[in-house]
Each structure stands twice: as structure tokens, then as C-alpha cells.
């Protein structure tokens, strides 16, 4: 579906007048929100990081002690 210049030139000019009008309804965060959804962002990353870590962890252990029940030893 192409598209002629005179048909581009204003569709775009349309778009760019459409996206100004929109991002001036956009409500923009203060710095100490950022700041404050950044610290919980970073709490949350390592609490889950860490939990996960111990789920592996323990599953290993479960998977090892499971396979030298039937005398298979993994490293």
C-alpha cells in the first residue's frame, strides 16, 4: 500500500500534532516518586533474586540426595 508524498507530507504532520497534543496530557512522575518506585523496584529484585537462589538451591539438594538413594553421585 504506498503511500504518495502528498498524502504522506500531511498524515504525518497529523501524527506529530496528534503525539504533542497526547504527551501533553501525560502526568509525569516527581523526582522523589522515581526515587521511591526505583528503591522498591531494587528491594524487590533482590528479595526475589534471593529467593529464588534458595528454591534452586534446595531443589538441587533434593535432586542429589534423591539420585544417591540409587547410588548416582552428581558433582
Do not use: H
Amino acid at each position: 500500500m504506498a503511500v504518495s508524498p502528498t498524502q504522506w507530507i500531511p498524515k504525518t504532520r497529523d501524527y506529530i500534532r496528534e503525539t504533542r497534543s497526547e504527551m501533553k496530557k501525560v502526568t509525569w512522575p516527581s523526582r522523589n516518586e522515581v526515587v521511591a518506585t526505583t528503591g522498591v523496584v531494587l528491594i524487590a529484585v533482590i528479595f526475589f533474586g534471593i529467593y529464588l537462589w534458595l528454591c534452586d538451591y534446595a531443589i538441587l539438594a533434593g535432586v542429589k540426595t534423591f539420585f544417591r538413594q540409587f547410588g548416582v553421585d552428581i558433582p
